[in-house]
């Protein structure tokens, strides 16, 4: 799976690079929202981990709210240092799928990664998965 990480922390940012590595994922990395904006069809990433606050000119909600306008469907989760009241509302009215509020909590983020592997599994296997023929192995 290829997950876009837009964060300026370098202490975040090798702390997913790790947890992603244990799970063989790669991560693409920007500090800058328009980067990320800019590079984003390019990239085409399966899953995107999106810090709030960013360097340069837009802020990570801006990031998301015009991913979403240019029709990307792509699973974004918010992660922010600011757990405020209603936080999580305007992550999900700017369209975000999830959020996490900082520090990372390693183990919930290593499950994060596992669910949105296995939501892609069906998607990536079912040219070739082999049919079941309703009964199912035990
Ligand atoms: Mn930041």
New binding site residues.
């Given amino acids: 799976m290829k997950i876009m990480y837009v964060?300026?922390?370098p202490a975040n940012i090798s702390l997913l690079q790790r947890i992603a590595r244990m799970g063989g994922h790669d991560v693409i990395n920007y500090t800058n929202g328009e980067h990320a904006l800019n590079n984003f069809a390019q990239d085409r990433p399966d899953l995107v981990l999106m810090?709030l606050?960013?360097e340069g000119r837009i802020s990570g909600l801006e990031v998301v709210q015009l991913l979403r306008q240019r029709g990307f469907t792509t699973p974004i989760v918010a992660v922010t240092a600011y757990a405020m009241v209603g936080d999580r509302e305007r992550c999900l009215e700017a369209g975000c799928d999830s959020y996490l509020s900082k520090p990372l909590p390693i183990a919930e983020l290593v499950e994060l990664v596992q669910t949105y592997e296995r939501k892609m599994q069906p998607i990536v296997n079912s040219p070739s998965a082999p049919k079941l023929n309703g009964a199912a192995h035990p």
Avoid: S
């Fill in positions: 964060e300026d922390n810090d606050q960013l």
